[in-house]
C-alpha cells in the first residue's frame, strides 16, 4: 500500500505523525521527491507529502531573511529574491536531472533536510551555514521550534545544523527560515587548460589561498570536458570562478591570470560563458545525460589537496571530476549493478572524508551502504540522538542506516 | 531537584543568588579518595585541591558568580582526559570543562561537588595546513595566535570575538563565538571543519576533518555552541583564510538612531555585505571619545562604523557608495580613512567601549541580545524608558549588520540596590529583544546568566527536544550541569512517550 497524507498545514503534520504513532504506521517523508531514489531504499507503510506546506511567510531584502513553509518550491523562492538582487548563497544543487527528472525542482525542506549546496561551497558554506530557523514536527508527533530569523543567536543547542542533512530521520520541518545574500553583480572564470588531475588540485590550492577571493574552483579532466558548455576547448580545464562588483571582478581576474600561468595556459570566460559553465558542474551534467544516468554515482567529500589520489585508488573506466577545489568528487563507475563500494570505501579510508552513493539501483542501495558506516561509537551517538528524535521509527527509517 | 547555593559577588558584601544543582553530599564525601585517583591519572601539579591555589578558577569572565570546585585538573593529553572523565563517568562525579575562563555567561562556573577540567595545557598548534587551509590546533589555544600562527604567509582565522587576545578556540567552539566580522565571515560554527571530542564515558570521537560537511548527522554543528555540556574537545580543525588586499573604514554621525539604521538597511539592501559594521549610541560615543579621542563626533545621536576588505578597486569603489547612501540617509559627519592608522584609530573607539563604559562607572553589566535590525529604534526607545525606570544609565554598542546589541548597564555594585537593579534592568532588555523577535543571546551564550530567560523564547517540548539531545552524549548529566537549561530533567523522564490524539487517520487530510 503506498497510500498518501498531504497535510495541508503544520497542525495537520503533527495530526498525521501521531496518527502514524497511535496505528504504529512509518512513513516516508516527501517534497517534491527530486532526491527520493537517495539513500537506502524505505520500508514505509505510508507516504507523507508535504508539498502543500507551501509559501513565503516573510521575505525582508534588508534585513537578508526569508521565511517559508517547507515544502515551497526553490523555483519560487529563487525567483522571488532575483527579483531584489538577492539569492541563495550556497547555490543549491539540483538534483533532479541525474534521475532523469526534469531541471528546477525540488522544495527549500528537501534542501535543507539533504544539506544541498553547490560550488560555491567552499565560500559561502552550505544549506545548514543558512539555515537561521526552523518549526518541525518530531517523530514523537511534538511540533518544536529552534533558532530564530536574526543571523547572530546561540540561544540553546543549534538544532538547525542536526536536522539539516539528517534526511528527514528526525522531524518533519514544517517552516523554514534561512539567511538570503545579495547576488553577486557579475561573475568570470578564469580557466587553466591541459593540467592533470595532480596538478589540477595545486593549481586550485594556489587560488583558493590567494587574495583573489575564489567563489568556485572545479578540475574537469579530459574525459567528461566536452559535457560541459561554456568551456573555450574540450580538453581537460581547471575552472575558477571570480564573482562581485565590476571592478572587483576586472582586478581579480588579471590578478588570478597571472597567478596560474605557471601551472598551463589560460584562458577568460566572460559573464554569460561562466554562468553556463558553472550551471553544468552544479548539476553534474556529464553523469546526468542520457546514457550515464545507468552508473552507479558517488559523492566523495575528502581534504581538497588529495581528491586527485582517488585517480590511483579506483578502476581507470570510473569517469570523475572535482568541485570544491578537489574536495568533492563525483565518481561514476563504469558498470549497472557494480557501484565497487569496496573501492570507494578503502579509498576513502585512506584519504579522510566520506562517500555517498547517490545513484544505484534499490537491489544494490539495499546491499551495500549508502552513507559513509560511522566507527562504534559515533553509530551510537547517531542511534541516540535518533531515538531522541523519533524513539518509535517513525520518520523515513532506515533511509541513512539500519536502525536510525 | 536545585538547591538555592549563594554565590557571593565581589567586591563588597553584596550576594547574588543562582539556583545550582544540590552538591551530591556522596560525592563531597569521598573527595579525599577522588582526589587521589584523579593524580594517578594527572600526576603532578596537574590536580589542584587546596583551597587558595583553587581561587583563581571561582569564576569566569561574569564574576557576579563565584564557586571554589571541590578538584582542579589540568590534563595534558587526550587520554588524560578520556581517563578523567571515565572515572568521573563511573564515580558519578559532575565535571565542568574550562577553556580561558572569558565567557560572559557563567559558561565554566565551577561545581561545588564538580571537577574543574581546565584545557588550558592544551595549548600546541598540532598542524598548519596551507594547501588545505587548515589549522589543526589543541582546544587551548587562543584565537588570535591561531591567526599570528598563519600570518606569515597572509593568512588569518576570521572569528574575532573582542577577548580573542585570552579567550580559547575550545571555549570559542562551546561558546560558538562571533565577533565584529560574522555578517561576512560567519560565527564559529561556520568556520570549524572538525574536532576530536571526548565524551562523558571516556569514548573517544572524531566528527568532521580536512573535508566538508558531515557524512551523517552534522554533530559538529551541534557542538558548536553546546556551551561544554556535550563532550570535551581535544583537537580542533579550523578554516584558515588568505586576508584581503586591503581594509577601509567609514565613520558616519547621525542625529537618530532611525537614520543611522535606515542606513545600514540601505546599504545591505543594495548589495554590499561590509567586512564589519558597527553603531555606537550618544552615551556609548561620549564614553570611548573621553577615553581614546578617536576623533568621533560628539553632537550627533548614533555613529556607523562600516569597513569594506577586498581589492583596493572593489574598495575604493564601495565606499563612495557607502558615502553616498550615508548622505541620502541625513548623515552629518562621514570620513572614510585614507590610512592603516587612520582605519585602526575609527576601530580603537569601538573596540575599547567596555573598557570605556568600565572608566565612568564602578561596575557594568554587559547584555547580549540579537534583534531583528528594523527593531532598533523601537528598541533603543524602549530602553530609555527603562533606563529611568531603574535609574541606571546604559551605553550601547551594536553589531549593526546582524542585529546583536550590547547595552552596557552602568552600576555601583557598592550602592546597596543598584547590582540587583541591573540584573532586573537586564532581564526587562532580553525580554524585549525576544518580545520583537529577536533572541536572548547573541554570541555571549546561555549559561548560569540567561539559563532562567529560556523560556521566553522557548517551549517545555522545545527545551526537552534539546536535553534529549544532551542525553544523546551524556545520559548521567554529568558534563556542566546547571548551565543553560532552567530545570534539570532525567534522560528517563524525558525519553517517555507521551502521545495524547491522533486517534483518528484524519478523514480531513486529503489522501490519494
Not at chain 2, 563604559?357 to 530602553?383: F, H, N, Q
Amino acid at each position: 500500500m503506498t497510500d498518501i497524507l498531504k497535510p495541508r498545514d503544520a497542525n495537520e503534520v503533527e495530526e498525521a505523525i501521531r496518527w502514524a504513532l497511535n496505528a504504529d504506521k512509518a512513513l516516508e517523508l516527501l517534497g517534491q521527491g527530486t532526491k527520493r531514489a537517495i539513500g537506502r531504499p524505505s520500508q514505509t507503510d505510508l507516504t507523507l507529502d508535504l508539498s502543500g506546506l507551501s509559501g513565503v511567510t516573510l521575505y525582508e531584502p534588508a534585513e537578508l531573511v526569508l521565511s517559508a513553509r517547507a515544502g515551497t518550491s526553490l523555483a519560487e523562492i529563487e525567483a522571488l529574491l532575483a527579483e531584489n538582487n538577492q539569492a541563495l548563497a550556497f547555490e543549491p544543487m539540483d538534483y533532479g536531472p541525474l534521475f532523469g527528472g526534469e531541471a528546477g525542482g525540488g522544495s527549500i525542506g528537501g534542501a535543507i533536510a539533504t544539506n544541498l549546496s553547490g560550488p560555491r561551497r567552499v565560500k559561502a558554506g552550505a544549506a545548514r551555514d543558512h539555515f537561521l530557523g526552523v518549526t518541525a514536527v518530531t517523530g514523537r508527533g511534538e511540533s518544536i521550534k529552534s533558532g530564530g530569523r536574526v543571523v547572530k543567536n546561540v540561544t540553546g543547542y543549534d538544532m538547525c545544523k542536526l536536522l539539516a542533512g539528517s534526511w528527514g530521520t528526525l522531524a518533519a520541518m514544517t517552516d523554514i527560515t534561512i539567511k538570503v545574500l545579495p547576488k553577486s553583480e557579475t561573475e568570470a572564470t578564469v580557466v587553466v587548460l591541459g593540467l592533470e588531475d595532480r596538478q589540477a588540485c595545486a593549481a586550485m590550492a594556489a587560488a583558493m589561498g590567494s587574495a583573489c577571493d575564489v567563489s568556485g574552483a572545479a578540475h574537469l579532466p579530459d574525459h567528461v570536458a566536452s559535457f560541459f558548455d561554456g568551456l573555450p576547448k574540450p580538453e581537460s580545464s581547471t575552472a575558477l570562478r571570480l564573482e562581485g562588483v565590476e571592478p572587483s571582478v576586472a582586478h581579480r581576474k588579471e590578478t588570478l591570470a597571472a597567478l596560474m600561468k605557471p601551472f598551463g595556459p589560460v584562458a577568460l570566460l566572460d559573464e554569460k560563458d561562466s554562468a553556463e559553465l558553472w550551471r553544468c558542474i552544479r548539476t553534474v551534467k556529464p553523469f546526468a545525460v542520457e546514457g550515464a544516468r545507468e552508473r552507479p554515482l558517488w559523492r566523495i567529500s575528502t581534504a581538497p589537496a588529495r581528491g586527485h589520489e582517488l585517480l590511483e585508488l579506483l578502476t581507470p573506466a570510473a569517469q570523475m571530476f572535482y568541485d570544491w577545489a578537489g574536495g568533492l568528487v563525483w565518481v561514476a563507475m563504469p558498470f549497472a549493478n557494480e557501484p565497487d563500494a569496496a573501492s570507494i570505501r578503502g579509498a576513502v579510508k585512506k584519504l579522510g572524508g566520506h562517500a555517498t552513493l547517490v545513484r544505484a539501483p534499490a537491489s544494490i542501495r539495499a546491499a551495500v551502504d549508502v552513507f559513509e558506516p560511522q566507527t562504534p561509537a559515533l553509530a551510537g551517538l547517531s542511534k541516540r540522538v535518533k531515538e531522541g528524535f523519533d524513539p518509535k521509527g517513525v520518520l523515513n527509517s532506515g533511509r541513512m542506516w539500519a536502525g536510525v | 531537584m536545585a538547591a538555592i547555593v549563594t554565590l557571593r559577588k565581589q567586591p563588597g558584601n553584596l550576594t547574588m543568588s543562582v539556583r545550582m544543582p544540590e552538591p551530591d553530599a556522596r560525592v563531597l564525601a569521598k573527595r579525599e579518595r577522588i582526589v587521589t585517583a584523579l593524580r594517578t591519572i594527572v600526576p603532578g601539579e596537574g590536580v589542584i585541591a587546596t583551597e587558595r591555589e583553587m581561587k583563581p578558577f571561582e569564576s569566569d569572565g561574569l564574576t557576579a558568580y563565584r564557586q571554589t570546585p571541590m578538584v582542579v585538573v589540568l590534563p595534558e593529553t587526550t587520554e588524560q582526559v578520556s581517563q578523567v572523565l571515565t572515572y568521573c563517568y563511573g564515580e558519578g562525579i559532575k565535571v565542568v570543562p574550562r577553556g580561558a575562563g572569558t565567557s560572559l555567561s557563567g559558561g565554566a562556573l565551577p561545581l561545588a561537588d564538580g571537577v574543574l577540567l581546565g584545557m588550558a595545557k592544551f595549548n600546541r598548534i598540532r598542524e598548519i595546513d596551507f594547501e588545505n587551509r587548515v589549522a589543526v590546533v589543541e582546544p587551548g589555544v587562543t584565537n588570535l595566535a591561531v591567526s599570528n600562527a598563519v600570518a606569515h604567509a597572509g593568512f588569518y582565522y576570521a572569528p574575532d570575538p573582542s577577548s580573542q587576545i585570552a579567550c580559547t578556540i575550545g571555549g570559542n567552539v562551546a561558546e560558538n563565538s562571533g565577533g565584529v566580522h560574522c555578517l561576512k565571515y560567519g560565527m564559529t560554527t561556520n568556520n570549524v571543519l572538525g574536532c576530536e571530542l571526548v565524551l562523558i564515558t571516556g569514548e573517544v570521537v572524531r566528527l568532521g576533518g580536512k573535508h566538508l560537511d558531515a557524512e551523517g548527522y552534522d554533530l559538529l554543528g551541534v557542538i558548536n555552541g553546546s556551551e561544554g555540556l556535550l563532550g570535551v574537545l581535544t583537537e580542533v580543525t579550523v578554516r584558515i583564510l588568505q586576508k584581503a588586499e586591503t581594509q577601509r573604514a567609514v565613520l558616519v554621525g547621525f542625529p537618530t538612531s532611525e537614520d543611522a539604521g535606515e542606513c545600514v538597511s540601505r546599504i545591505i539592501a543594495t548589495g554590499i555585505i561590509p567586512g564589519g559594521m558597527e553603531m555606537m549610541d550618544k552615551p556609548a560615543i561620549h564614553a570611548v571619545e573621553e577615553f581614546v579621542h578617536a576623533g568621533y563626533p560628539l553632537n550627533v545621536e548614533a555613529l556607523l562604523i562600516v569597513e569594506l576588505d577586498g581589492p583596493h578597486a572593489e574598495v575604493d569603489h564601495l565606499i563612495a557608495r557607502v558615502e553616498g547612501i550615508a548622505k541620502g540617509c541625513r548623515s552629518t559627519s562621514c570620513r572614510a580613512s585614507t590610512s592603516e592608522d587612520e582605519r585602526l584609530l575609527f576601530w580603537a573607539g569601538r573596540k575599547a567601549a567596555f573598557p570605556a563604559a568600565g572608566r565612568i562607572s564602578p561596575d557594568y553589566y554587559c547584555m547580549d541580545g540579537t534583534i531583528p535590525r528594523a527593531k532598533l529604534p523601537e528598541v533603543l526607545a524602549e530602553m530609555k524608558v527603562m533606563s529611568e525606570k531603574y535609574g541606571l544609565r546604559c551605553a550601547n554598542v551594536f553589531h549593526a549588520g546582524d542585529g546583536n546589541l550590547h547595552p552596557l548597564i552602568l552600576y555601583d555594585a557598592n550602592v546597596p540596590g543598584e547590582l540587583d537593579r541591573a540584573e532586573r534592568f537586564g532581564s526587562e532588555i532580553l525580554r524585549l529583544c525576544v518580545k520583537v523577535g529577536g533572541v536572548l543571546t547573541g554570541e555571549h551564550g546561555v549559561g548560569v546568566e540567561k539559563r532562567d530567560l529560556m523560556p521566553e523564547m522557548f517551549s517545555e517540548l522545545d527545551l526537552a527536544a534539546q536535553q534529549r539531545v544532551k542525553c544523546a552524549f551524556d545520559e548521567k548529566n554529568l558534563l556542566n550541569p546547571g548551565k543553560v537549561f532552567p530545570v534539570l530533567h532525567s534522560c528517563a523522564e524525558l525519553g517517555r512517550m507521551h502521545i495524547s490524539g491522533g486517534k483518528l487517520p484524519f478523514p480531513d487530510i486529503p489522501r490519494f
